[in-house]
């Protein structure tokens, strides 16, 4: 499922830009680049972590991810225990 508080800017980006992005062209792939290719792993990986540095000049790895989501869903809730929960733990 695709974050309800999210679905906006994805509605977006698939009727404006993706549009731009292909070209005219029929690609499957959701996400693709400015040439319109699409990603692969790496590319997606790597323009991944490019966009978080650019934004916070920490190097991005799944335990800051972790952090940056732990920490932005107990500010909005102020739940700690929904939060341990969708951390799989306690």
């Not at 292909?22 to 290719?37: E, P, T, V």
């Not at 590319?43 to 978080?52: A, G, P, Q, V, W």
């Amino acid at each position: 499922d695709f974050p309800l508080d999210l679905e906006r800017q994805l509605e977006e980006f698939i009727c404006e830009y993706r549009p731009i992005l292909c070209n005219g062209k029929m690609i499957d792939s959701l996400f693709i680049n400015s040439a319109g290719k699409p990603y692969n792993y790496k590319t997606l990986n790597e323009e991944f972590k490019k966009t978080i540095y650019s934004h916070i000049g920490k190097a991005p790895n799944i335990h800051l991810v972790r952090d940056i989501w732990a920490t932005e869903c107990l500010n909005k809730t102020k739940n700690p225990t929904l939060v341990a929960r969708m951390l799989n733990d306690n």
